[in-house]
């Protein structure tokens, strides 16, 4: 299975795939922003099995591209990586279908620990 990662910010795509190396996740595909995920999980659904979205991207947000995966009945878990850390937005995001929540500066254990749970179904 791939992990598709999400995010406006090439270095920040390169920050969480070298993160997601580490932890020996090596298929991974990218998307620029929430548009992009749709076609990629349009094309190839039934090969991804998580999604790292961030929050503040132009074409289409990863709130809206949340609400529009959930929409269109893909249980594929998401995760939003962002630096939206108010209350209100993390509650906002699971309630529009994002799995978890993961803030913004991040290290890579941060990130081991908060997938752990969706890295086991992804290197299986």
Do not use: C, H
């Amino acid at each position: 299975m791939q992990v598709l990662i999400v995010d406006d910010s090439q270095i920040m795509r390169k920050i969480i795939t070298g993160a997601l190396k580490k932890l020996g996740i090596n298929d991974i595909v990218e998307a620029s922003n929430g548009q992009e995920a749709l076609d990629v999980l349009a094309k190839d659904a039934a090969n991804i099995g998580l999604v790292l979205m961030d929050w503040n991207m132009p074409t289409m947000t990863g709130i809206e591209a949340v609400r529009k995966i959930r929409a269109g009945n893909n249980k594929v878990p998401v995760v939003m990586v962002t630096t939206e850390a108010e209350k209100a937005k993390v509650i906002e995001a699971i309630k529009s279908g994002a799995n978890d929540y993961l803030i913004k500066p991040f290290n890579p254990k941060d990130i081991q620990a908060k997938l752990e749970k969706f890295l086991q179904a992804v290197l299986k």
